[in-house]
């Protein structure tokens, strides 16, 4: 098992920044793939961005590609969203999500755990 708990959520205007942490517990982090998630209200939960085991391949929704950066530290077992330029359509609940396979991964089925979320509002 692998417990997911994220942070770092909050309220900020337009064209703000925000960091998201993925803190990971439970078996060996460096093992798993890892992937952002948000969902909106009455909106199906969307892929956001993905880092691979060793964090050296990255993939990005094209909503976010060169705003948001993902990053993963091992040895502090934690994974990272830096968000900036934030537009209200970003408001959403974050998830962070770890994935046994290899490579980068898209879906959320392909994600074997989850954390609770923690919500991103952007006002305008």
């Known amino acids: 098992q692998v417990q997911l708990v994220e942070s770092g959520g909050g309220l900020v205007q337009a064209g703000g920044s925000l960091r998201l942490s993925c803190s990971a517990s439970g078996r060996t982090f460096s093992n798993y793939g890892m992937g952002w998630f948000r969902q909106a209200p009455g909106k199906e939960r969307e892929f956001v961005a993905a880092c691979s085991r060793s964090g050296g391949i990255t993939d990005y929704a094209d909503s976010v590609k060169g705003r948001f950066t993902i990053s993963r530290d091992d040895a502090k077992n934690t994974m990272y969203l830096q968000m900036n330029s934030l537009k209200p359509e970003d408001t959403a609940v974050y998830y962070c999500?770890?994935?046994?396979?290899?490579?980068?991964?898209?879906?959320?089925?392909?994600?074997?755990?989850w954390g609770q979320g923690t919500q991103v509002t952007v006002s305008s």
């Open positions: 999500a770890a994935s046994s396979m290899s490579w980068v991964r898209r879906m959320d089925d392909e994600y074997n755990y």
